[in-house]
């Protein structure tokens, strides 16, 4: 029992069953937040790839007028009475969609359990209707805490030593990709995606102290750096920069989770 109540403290997440609820009720609500901020008036189909006990779902559905679609790697996860789950290899197999289906369409503390996270970035995009809103979260490696245990261990946080063959892939245990914020941006704007927009969860308030003593230092050297980068390689441009400049801004230095949403073109 202390042991669970440590990792809850630690977490935000509640232990079930000895694994922890698959994304915290404080980012759901930061899902929800994300969904509104971009002002718009969501009907029709509502996907949630990842959908586990299928808490987003039920949020979104309790604040708008849309139809659930749950899809997951197993049925055995959702706790929401009548909810049919449609299962689906990610690593293996498309989105069980046609085109141009989805109004919206969120995937939540999924990417990180994939292969080709890549892969499932264009598969979000072609089932989405043309005006149709992606949300995508996934752990900030990018912040305080991940970049200094980085320094020190050689893994983000959240991200560890894996055991091959883990058969528990919804827990932290099968976090196998962590991704960068700037790859993500790369991802979803080469699917074709535009009108990106970055928020996060939470501030990690741990990170506070180290943050008034690192930011200014960090800013002023990556500026250096992507300068001279963008002056040897030519990789940097008016189409990337903008992403690049927030690996150094509060949001991605404090933040713990990333939530991303991205337009599908009309």
């Not at 997951?72 to 959702?78: F, H, R, V």
């Not at 535009?194 to 200014?216: T, W």
Request: glycine share 6%; net charge positive; proline share 6%.
């Amino acid at each position: 029992m202390k042991a669970r109540r440590f990792f809850r403290k630690l977490t935000g997440r509640k232990v079930v069953g000895g694994l922890y609820e698959l994304s915290s009720p404080r980012l759901q609500q930061a899902v929800l937040r994300a969904i509104k901020s971009t002002g718009r008036s969501l009907t029709g189909d509502h996907l949630d790839v990842g959908s586990g006990g299928g808490q987003v779902l039920a949020l979104v559905a309790s604040r708008y007028p849309v139809s659930s679609f749950a899809c997951d790697y197993t049925d055995q996860l959702i706790e929401t009475p009548g909810q049919k789950v449609d299962v689906v290899d990610l690593d293996e197999e498309p989105l069980p969609y046609p085109n141009n289906r989805f109004a919206l369409v969120t995937c939540v503390e999924t990417l990180e359990h994939l292969e080709n996270f890549r892969a499932t970035v264009r598969e979000i995009y072609r089932v989405l209707k043309p005006g149709g809103l992606a949300v995508i979260s996934t752990p900030n490696i990018l912040n305080l805490r991940s970049r200094l245990r980085y320094l020190t261990s050689g893994f983000y946080n959240l991200f560890g030593p894996l055991v091959p063959e883990e058969p528990r892939m919804q827990t932290t245990r099968g976090h196998i990709t962590p991704i960068h914020w700037f790859y993500l941006a790369h991802a979803l704007l080469s699917a074709g995606f535009e009108n990106l927009k970055l928020s996060v969860d939470k501030y990690q308030r741990r990170s506070l102290p180290a943050f008034a003593i690192l930011a200014l230092p960090l800013k002023l050297m990556s500026s250096f750096v992507y300068r001279r980068d963008a002056k040897k390689h030519q990789t940097l441009n008016d189409t990337n920069w903008w992403a690049v400049r927030l690996m150094s801004s509060r949001d991605l230095l404090l933040g713990r989770t990333l939530i991303v949403t991205a337009t599908k073109p009309l």
